[in-house]
């Protein structure tokens, strides 16, 4: 059991371990809406090969923000890296299901992976970046 297993996912999506951790519980599920598709994994094993995909590089939190709902959290957050040389952010919100410790549901809503080019254009365009 982890007295954190929400802290636990975010260090792990920093540092790009995301296949070390043991946060998730067996009857997990991933309902990820990104753009233009929607798909789901059941399992940590399955979560984690996406995962893995999705966060393969350390990132840095641009900004952070968990809040408390009653079953688990819900976590916002703008995150940046660096990717074959080039600086790229993306904007996530989680609504995190906990339950006996473990990660039991994982609903995630994603902007997206903006590259170096894609961010010039959104700042001038007046978009925050």
């Known amino acids: 059991m982890n007295s954190d297993p929400i802290g636990e996912f975010l260090q792990a999506v920093q540092g790009a371990a ?30 984690k090969a996406e995962y893995a995909k999705w966060f393969s590089d350390p990132t840095t939190f641009v900004a952070l923000e968990r809040i408390p709902v009653p079953d688990g959290e819900l976590v916002i957050y703008e995150h940046e890296w660096m990717q074959d040389g080039v600086r790229h952010r993306g904007h996530h919100a989680h ?31 007046g978009a925050t970046v």
Do not use: F, S
């Open 18 to 47: 995301i296949r070390e951790t043991d946060v998730y519980a067996e009857d997990a599920v991933l309902d990820a809406t990104v753009p233009n598709w929607r798909l789901k994994a059941v399992g940590p094993q399955a979560i």
């Open 95 to 125: 609504h995190l299901v906990v339950r006996h410790g473990r990660i039991a549901c994982d609903t995630v809503w994603c902007g997206g992976k903006w590259p170096e080019p894609l961010l010039n254009q959104m700042a001038a365009a």
